[in-house]
């Protein structure tokens, strides 16, 4: 039997729903200037996780890309996917965030305006892919 996966994305800034469950910033800096106390309660995220946010080059190699490179980015993307599951922490953290999305709503948050052009959109994937063949 196939678990329902509680799992979605958001733009950190944007106001949290109560369907986002426990907001998760996936990114590799918090908020620049803002302190750790005040995020939750400016509602940036509940909880940040930098050990599944890209390196530091790789960020910088997505962000520059010019939107109409599509292969380029799923290139960019793909490595992204091989260097987060290449180490136990990486797949044991993918693994943790969708046990969690299978018992309560979960959303994985980035700074990125356009989500297809963002990191999270893949992680999301793999996480859901995690999850879905935990449940086989």
């Known amino acids: 039997m196939t678990k329902k996966i509680h799992l979605s994305t958001f733009q950190i ?15 590799r800096h918090p908020p ?13 995220f509940d909880v940040w996780l930098p050990t599944v946010a890209p390196d530091a080059k790789l960020v910088t190699e997505i962000r520059h890309l010019p939107s109409e490179k599509t292969s380029e980015r799923e290139r960019l993307f793909a490595r992204y996917e091989r260097e987060l599951l290449a180490d136990a922490t990486g797949r044991q953290t993918v693994e943790l965030i969708a046990q969690i999305a299978a018992r309560t709503p979960v959303s994985i ?21 995690h999850a879905q063949a935990g449940n086989q």
């Not at 948050?109 to 892919?129: A, N, P, Q, T």
């Open 13 to 27: 800034g944007t106001p949290a729903k109560p369907e986002q469950g426990l907001r998760i910033g996936v990114t």
């Open 32 to 44: 620049r200037g803002v302190p750790k106390e005040r995020w939750v309660v400016d509602g940036y």
């Open 109 to 129: 948050g980035c700074f990125c305006e356009v989500e297809s052009h963002c990191h999270r959109s893949r992680l999301y994937r793999i996480i859901m892919d």
